[in-house]
Structures are given as structure tokens and as C-alpha cells.
Nanobody, 125 residues
């Protein structure tokens, strides 16, 4: 069992940066791949970024490559998403999640049912 608590986010202008963080409870955090998803109003939740259990293999959706960076600290049970050069289309509720992921770029991360409560990111043009 893993419990996740997201934090960070906020309202910024296009081109600004934000960092969202997720703190996990439990002693199995380092065994899982972790991901960030987002959901814009009226749209389905979508994958944003994933990182493997060791923290040395990140992968991103095409639209955020080069702008977002996912990282984790297994000693602190945290996973962060640094978001630079933000665009209005990045607006949404951001959720961290425990996922199953092979580490291959063609493999879609599969949420395992453990989600953070979501943190809002709003980017104005």
C-alpha cells in the first residue's frame, strides 16, 4: 500500500517555471516506477512523464520533451516534476501515480490505482 500526497503547482504566465512534488508513504516506494499525469477541464487524463524505480530512466510525452524533467529521491520517497517554458496548454490538474512500466519507450505506463490528490497548474498567455 502506498499513499501519495502532491504539492506545488500554482498560476503562472506562459514561459514561467513551476515544480510539482509528490511525497509517498510506505516502504515500497523504491520498488515502483512513478509517473505524472494531467487532466485539463473537459479532457481525459493523459500521461506526462514516467521514471523507473532506480530513477535513471525517464520518459516524456512528446509535447513536454525538453521542457519538463521528472526526478525522484528514493531516500526521501519523493518524485518531482520540474516544468519549464510552460505553455497555456500545460494547464490542468497534475497527479502523481504509481505505475507499472517496463522501461521501454513503446510501453505505456499503467497506473496501479495509487494516486496523489492532484495539484492545479494554470498557465496564462
Amino acid at each position: 500500500q502506498v499513499q501519495l500526497a502532491g504539492s506545488g503547482g500554482g498560476s503562472v504566465q506562459a514561459g514561467d517555471s513551476l515544480r510539482v512534488s509528490c511525497a509517498a508513504s510506505g516502504d515500497r516506494f523504491s520498488r515502483y516506477a512513478m509517473a505524472w499525469f494531467r487532466q485539463a477541464p473537459g479532457k481525459d487524463r493523459e500521461f506526462v512523464a514516467v521514471i523507473n524505480d532506480a530513477g535513471n530512466n525517464p520518459f516524456y510525452r512528446d509535447s513536454v520533451k525538453g521542457r519538463f524533467s521528472i526526478s525522484r529521491d528514493n531516500t526521501k520517497n519523493t518524485v518531482d516534476l520540474q516544468m519549464d517554458s510552460l505553455k497555456p496548454e500545460d494547464t490542468g490538474m497534475y497527479y502523481c501515480a504509481v505505475v507499472s512500466w517496463s522501461g521501454h519507450t513503446w510501453d505505456t505506463p499503467l497506473p496501479l490505482g495509487f494516486w496523489g490528490q492532484g495539484t492545479q497548474v494554470t498557465v496564462s498567455s
